[in-house]
């Protein structure tokens, strides 16, 4: 559970409502990032920056297009979001985030429909050791995942960022389409403690985040450096050594990849990566394959998964990034920039997970 996305939580139970139907929700969560498009993608013997950093415990909600003033007809029967009330003046609170509450009632529910769902779809047993632990980690995930959701209300409000009543049951109404009819989306619900309040609140703070995320990455760019690169993958030193200099006199490198990379993504296609762009590989052989001249096959470089030798086929100073890694780098840039608004604002918790 710890390596869930801070969306995790909010959408998970939505997400369990659609699984239970045996459908492919077009509203889950974002696949986990790929640096390398799949065709080519190497295996975790290939050390990659994304997955240096695959102890981070959240994920930014998916990069999509937000679409003001959608009119996506309802099925029949849909489901229809009521409007949002405020929160009353003595209400408890389980947090407050720059003099606005996190509801109590509300951390208490998600917390039930969390806990529900995590002992019907995952078999924990909540008063184990480890049930217990997960329990504990599940309440931080939810009590942060609240506190994000006024964060990032927050600032939508100072860019005028809002989600309409159209967008919202838009939304549902393709969650409805997805699961299959209003009926099984509704016993679902029913059956995991989900009120249809509570699902539009889930969905409209996800929709929130996603047009929050598209507004603080705008200024990333969607092109850079990238090389064409083969390796080779060993376990030695002396073998990678052998290979690099069969390699320098003459012998063919896609040969000599296929009969002894570990790599068994790369090894069919000759150790071919693709169009490789800065930020996917492992920091020591990136250094190297983008200062590596063209057709030379590189020195022996170490990594913590082997030794490895490359060559460069191509090289390109602005060449469109892969849409999983632009995609990565939006989700890195949203986790600093929230990191970095929940240090400058005040934040009180009023429970203990």
């Not at 309802?74 to 229809?80: F, I, M, Q, R, S």
Request: proline share 8%.
């Amino acid at each position: 559970m710890k390596n869930r996305s801070i969306w995790f939580v909010m959408t998970m139970i939505i997400l369990f409502a659609l699984v239970a139907c045996n459908q492919a929700p077009a509203t889950s969560l974002p696949p986990e990032p790929t640096p390398v498009p799949a065709s080519q993608q190497p295996t975790a013997t290939v050390a990659t920056a994304a997955s240096s950093s695959a102890s981070t415990s959240t994920i930014a909600p998916q990069p999509s297009p937000v679409t003001t003033g959608v009119t996506t007809p309802l099925p029949k029967g849909a489901l229809t979001c009521p409007p949002q009330t405020p929160l009353p003046a003595n209400a408890q609170l389980a947090a407050r985030v720059n003099g606005i509450g996190v509801p109590l009632d509300l951390y208490n529910r998600q917390i039930a429909q969390a806990q529900d769902a995590m002992i019907k779809n995952f078999g924990t047993d909540p008063k184990s050791p480890q049930g217990q632990e997960t329990l504990k980690s599940l309440k931080q995930q939810v009590l942060d995942q609240l506190i994000n959701d006024v964060v990032v209300a927050q600032y939508a409000e100072t860019r005028k960022i809002k989600v309409s009543d159209d967008e919202l049951n838009a939304r549902i109404a393709q969650m409805i389409q997805d699961a299959g009819s209003v009926e099984k989306l509704n016993d679902y619900m029913s059956k995991n403690q989900l009120t249809l309040a509570d699902l539009c609140l889930l969905v409209r703070n996800q929709l929130l985040g996603e047009a929050v995320l598209n507004d603080v990455t705008a200024p990333i760019p969607t092109q850079g450096e990238q090389v064409n690169v083969r390796h080779i993958l060993v376990d030695t030193p002396a073998l990678a050594t052998t290979l690099r200099d069969r390699v320098r006199k003459g012998e063919d490198f896609a040969t000599l990849a296929k009969q002894y990379s570990k790599d068994e993504t790369s090894k069919a296609n000759g150790g071919d990566l693709g169009w490789v762009p800065r930020g996917v590989l492992d920091p020591r052989l990136e250094a190297i394959v983008f200062e590596l001249p063209l057709n030379q096959v590189s020195d022996v470089v170490t990594t913590a998964f082997g030794y490895h030798i490359a060559i460069v086929l191509e090289k390109e100073k602005s060449r469109p990034l892969p849409p999983e890694v632009i995609q990565n780098v939006r989700q890195d840039a949203f986790l600093k920039w929230l990191g970095a608004m929940r240090e400058n604002i005040k934040i009180e918790r009023f429970v203990q997970p």
